[in-house]
Nanobody, 116 residues
């Protein structure tokens, strides 16, 4: 399985911002729909946002207007810009290829902690 590498997590106060990065291969970003997922303690992993190879994006309702997914194919990197962070955004965030068409890749996760 292809590995992705996330970075950019950390601890912020409510209302703050963080930008997550995910280093991926050119092949993965060019051929797979990519997503950011998160898993809070005691909860199942949930899909936060996706971006297709043609740039179409989707967002889970609770992050709409606050999070922005993007990718830079010149840097082979996927991003998640998070603003207006809330305590309920606290979770381990993972980037991954949306499982379809043979795409399969996961990162190791990066912790995001939002304090009140």
């Amino acid at each position: 399985q292809v590995q992705l590498v996330e970075s950019g997590g950390g601890s912020v106060q409510a209302g703050g911002s963080l930008k997550l990065s995910c280093a991926a291969s050119k092949y993965i970003l060019s051929n797979c729909e990519m997503g950011w997922y998160r898993q809070a303690p005691g909860k199942e992993r949930e899909l936060v946002s996706t971006i297709t190879t043609d740039g179409t994006t989707t967002y889970e309702d609770s992050v709409k207007g606050r999070f922005t997914i993007s990718q830079d194919n010149t840097k082979n990197t996927l991003y998640l810009q998070m603003t207006g962070l809330k305590t309920e955004d606290t979770a381990v965030y993972y980037c991954g290829a949306v499982p379809a068409g043979g795409c399969s890749a996961w990162g190791q996760g990066t912790q995001v902690t939002v304090s009140s």
